[in-house]
Nanobody, 119 residues
């Protein structure tokens, strides 16, 4: 049973920074590629960032490139999303997700954490 628990969301002002964390339990964390996704109200889910098991590859959605970074600490079974220069359009529920590196689809999802950016 794999469980993902996000934390770190909240209400911030435009231009502020926020760091999300996601703790994973139940399987060997280093075998997972970890991703962050978000869903704004009334919109489709959007890919935000991903990182592979040994952190030598990272990927970002176009809307967050240059502002967000993703990292992981395999000793703590935790993946982070550092969000800088936040904009009101970053407002969304942010989800952490995990997939085995051999898989294409993300099999495991967290419950989400709300990020609200005021203008």
């Amino acid at each position: 049973q794999v469980q993902l628990v996000e934390s770190g969301g909240g209400l911030v002002q435009a231009g502020d920074s926020l760091r999300l964390a996601c703790v994973v339990s139940g399987r060997t964390f280093s075998r997972f590629t970890m991703g962050w996704f978000r869903r704004a109200s009334g919109k489709d889910r959007e890919f935000v960032a991903a990182i592979n098991g040994n952190s030598d590859r990272t990927y970002f959605g176009d809307s967050v490139k240059g502002r967000f970074t993703i990292s992981r600490d395999n000793a703590k079974n935790t993946v982070y999303l550092q969000m800088n220069r936040l904009k009101p359009e970053d407002t969304a529920v942010y989800y952490c997700a995990a997939r085995l590196e051999s898989d294409y689809a993300y099999d495991y999802w967290g419950q989400g954490t709300q990020v609200t950016v005021s203008s």
